[in-house]
């Protein structure tokens, strides 16, 4: 803590995400994945890696099911 105020790291955001909940979200999901997406920011924002990556695996698992395909990870 320097002068009041709490310094932390800023994570790297992952786009290529936000740019897919943006585009490819309509319906009832989107309401769902946009509160994901929000949530990923702000824990990037805040520092929180952990939380940040808990969102994050969240959102491309919901993107994959969506689009009725399966993990790169499956491949």
């Known amino acids: 803590m320097y ?3 709490l310094l932390t ?3 790297k955001l992952d786009f290529g995400i ?3 909940v943006d585009r490819f979200t309509t319906g009832a999901n989107a309401h769902h994945l946009r509160g ?4 990923y920011s702000l824990a990037c ?3 929180l ?3 940040a990556e808990e969102y ?3 959102l491309l698992g919901e993107l994959v ?3 009725g395909g399966r993990k790169p990870s499956e491949s």
Do not use: C, D, S, V
């Open 9 to 11: 790291k800023r994570l």
């Open 3 to 5: 002068g009041g105020f």
């Open 49 to 51: 890696a952990r939380r």
């Open 56 to 58: 994050r695996t969240r």
């Open 18 to 20: 936000l740019i897919a």
């Open 65 to 67: 099911r969506l689009a």
């Open 36 to 39: 994901l997406a929000n949530a």
């Open 45 to 47: 924002e805040a520092g």
